[in-house]
């Protein structure tokens, strides 16, 4: 019996045995039923989650492109001391929010690029301390980038926080090898370590002389200060009513002994973060010209006239020489009577000057003191940086820079991959605007709007409008400019928020100008066609007027490129003798541009004398002229400037790279200039035959009468 119980325990045993192995077998195959084969599941599983994470990259490279456009708009302003608009804070502040989804796939420059915006954002929306915050953030993401250094520096000073500085990373040393070394995991990343780039050494859209701060000087505090100047003024600050900027300097050469001037002692900091052991290379040099003592003077002086009508915001510059022999160095002292800012000489016993006698200004540097007596800025007086500083405590407007027909207007957004104007000649005159015939195929016939006040209408001596080549068209029927027809040609993208802005005005624009014959053309260069098809879909009838994409960008270099255009949205005007009489923001004037043009006769299009001179007598050529648009010179416009942007890239190529040959661009030159002679083109491709390198010009025996000489 008990053999029998055995017996019977042992099958039992060998059953649980047999099930469990079973129930193992079936876990290893992903849980599938009978016959499927191992993995399977898991393998299709898998695809899904790949794929998703593919499209979640394709997304975040669209919102990064939106991310990137913003942030670079904002900044170039930053760069001129101009106030981006409150439409623009808006458009980055939804672009934000709607990609916050796409962090886990981005990259650490991707990153910081959002988090620096977010600082942007943060600042103009008057949030210092999502400012700060954010902006440091970014810098510790990517070191690299200067315009994370550049805005938390800012962002700091305004905030009396200490700056971040670069520091350059220390050299690890290499471990000892084995004698038998084993490939171990993590190699790859090791590699990518190695060549990671230095801090500060990307350069960016600001420019600034980070490492010329002097945070030792931020923290003392200013009380009432009332000095004289060489020639005998006073110069007052008051705490709670003025703001003070001064420059400081050493004059050695007015008889001062440099190894007696005592120098106030430097700050104790890691000599990792000072100037010259942070490897920045070309990108992050900082240019040496701006620290002189006559650029900062000069830098100094245009604030100072900008500032001319506040009374309550007060300049000086100060000689911070503390020399052994002080009656010498007296009489040896110049009068500065030619100074626009007023000098103080701290060493002079009248100056009441003294407690800056042996300041450390061997390199002179600039100080900002506000109403409360707090040093908001110590450092170079240069780029925007101590400008920024001072509107932003007097709310005193400092343009740095003049506005170009190149820049983009509020309300636009950078459009990227277009061709750069041509390069002139520094030292030949720039052809008047006014003048007839300043620019290729215009007409010596001016156009009959000149005496109107809209701003840019008409352009001076129109040119004949290029033809729309090499087009996909996605909504209406493709287009081929007619005579007696009016045309908008606008560039836009679905990435852009101000492009979207514009969509609803336009199609209004299109219903009430559609019985005089205008036609809206909505033109983008975006590769993606099912994105773009799929966007004007969504858009229906709000977007009811013709599209088409540019993928080769043709049209674009034709229009945006030949006129200096780099924004958009951006509308061109084509009138009934195909001339393209306007272009700018479609938002802006657009409505009564067409307007005056549909209402102008066709002839009057192409043959009128300027306003208040004698009524011209129609050219027997006009007629003809018309019916042949669009005609033969047309083609001859594109091959031309085709050619011309083909001359100038081999042409600027080989000057960046020494062993570059120019060969192709040379030809290309060449050509316009046999196909087009006496024309505007045929200077230009004289001017890029004169900026071939020497040593090309002779190999392939460029003459003095290609060059123009």
Request: proline residues 9%; hydrophobic residues 35%; aromatic residues 6%.
């Amino acid at each position: 019996m008990l053999n029998t119980i055995t017996r019977q325990r042992r099958g039992v045993y060998l059953g649980l045995v047999l099930v469990l192995m079973s129930a193992g077998t079936a876990v290893s195959y992903g849980g599938g039923q009978r016959g499927e084969r191992p993995g399977g599941a898991g393998m299709a599983a898998g695809g899904v989650q790949d794929e998703k994470q593919a499209q979640l990259r394709r997304e975040a490279q669209t919102a990064m492109t939106q991310i990137s456009q913003t942030l670079t708009t904002i900044m170039e302003q930053t760069r001129q001391n101009q106030r981006p608009t409150q439409s623009l804070i808006e458009n980055a502040e939804t672009i934000l929010g709607q990609s916050k989804q796409y962090a886990p796939v981005l990259d650490d420059k991707q990153k910081a690029d959002f988090m620096l915006l977010q600082a942007w954002k943060g600042f103009y929306q008057k949030n210092p301390v999502e400012a700060v915050n954010w902006s440091m953030r970014a810098c510790k993401t990517y070191d690299a980038g200067q315009d994370g250094w550049i805005s938390q520096a800012l962002f700091c000073l305004l905030n009396d926080k200490r700056p971040l500085k670069p520091q350059a990373e220390k050299p690890r040393q290499a471990p000892r090898r084995p004698v038998n070394p084993r490939p171990r995991r993590g190699g790859e990343a090791a590699v990518a370590e190695a060549v990671k780039p230095q801090p500060f050494s990307e350069k960016g859209v600001l420019e600034f002389d980070l490492m010329g701060l002097r945070e030792e000087l931020l923290r003392d505090p200013f009380s009432r200060l009332e000095c004289v100047t060489a020639g005998g003024d006073k110069v007052e600050y008051k705490p709670g009513q003025d703001t003070l900027c001064i420059l400081f300097w050493q004059d050695e050469a007015a008889g001062a002994d440099a190894n007696d001037v005592p120098v106030a002692p430097m700050p104790q900091t890691d000599a990792a973060i000072m100037p010259g052991t942070v490897e920045m290379g070309t990108a992050g040099a900082y240019d040496t010209q701006k620290t002189t003592l006559e650029a900062q003077r000069d830098y100094v002086g245009l604030l100072m006239e900008a500032c001319e009508k506040t009374p309550t915001v007060k300049f000086m510059q100060v000689n911070t020489v503390n020399p052994k022999d002080l009656p010498a160095f007296l009489d040896a002292l110049p009068d500065y009577s030619e100074q626009r800012v007023p000098v103080v000489v701290a060493a002079h016993p009248a100056a009441n000057a003294r407690r800056f006698a042996g300041l450390n200004a061997a390199t002179p540097f600039m100080l900002i003191v506000d109403t409360a007596g707090k040093v908001k800025y110590a450092g170079t007086a240069g780029d925007f940086m101590p400008a920024f500083i001072l509107t932003e405590l007097t709310g005193v407007p400092i343009p740095l820079e003049k506005k170009t027909d190149q820049e983009t207007m509020p309300g636009q957004m950078m459009m990227p991959g277009l061709f750069e104007p041509m390069p002139t000649d520094p030292n030949k005159p720039t052809p008047d605007s006014s003048e007839p015939n300043s620019g290729p195929g215009t007409s010596d016939k001016v156009h009959p709007f000149a005496n109107q006040v809209i701003p840019g209408f008409p352009l001076p001596s129109p040119k004949p409008a290029a033809m729309l080549r090499s087009l996909t068209w996605i909504k209406g029927q493709p287009v081929k400019f007619q005579p007696g027809q009016v045309y908008v040609v606008e560039f836009w993208a679905t990435w852009c928020p101000p492009c979207k802005t514009s969509i609803p005005h336009l199609t209004k624009i299109q219903e009430k100008f559609k019985d005089k014959g205008v036609t809206v053309i909505g033109i983008t260069n975006e590769t993606a066609i099912g994105d773009v098809k799929k966007f004007v879909a969504e858009q229906g009838g709000n977007m009811n007027y013709t599209v088409a994409i540019d993928s080769e960008q043709q049209v674009a270099a034709a229009y945006m490129g030949a006129y200096g255009q780099n924004g958009i949205p951006t509308a061109f005007v084509v009138d009934k003798a195909g001339l393209v009489v306007w272009h700018g923001h479609p938002g802006e004037y657009l409505e009564e541009v067409l307007r005056r043009v549909t209402d102008q006769p066709h002839d009057a299009a192409i043959a009128v004398q300027s306003p208040g001179g004698p009524e011209p007598e129609k050219p027997s050529s006009v007629v003809s002229q018309a019916s042949d648009f669009p005609t033969q010179a047309l083609e001859d416009q594109l091959r031309a400037e085709n050619l011309l942007r083909s001359a100038q890239m081999h042409i600027e190529e080989s000057r960046k790279l020494t062993m570059k040959n120019p060969q192709q661009g040379i030809e290309d030159a060449r050509t316009v200039l046999t196909e087009f002679p006496g024309t505007p083109y045929a200077e230009q491709a004289r001017e890029l035959l004169r900026r071939v390198p020497e040593r090309w010009k002779k190999r392939h025996n460029i003459t003095d009468a290609e060059l123009g000489f």
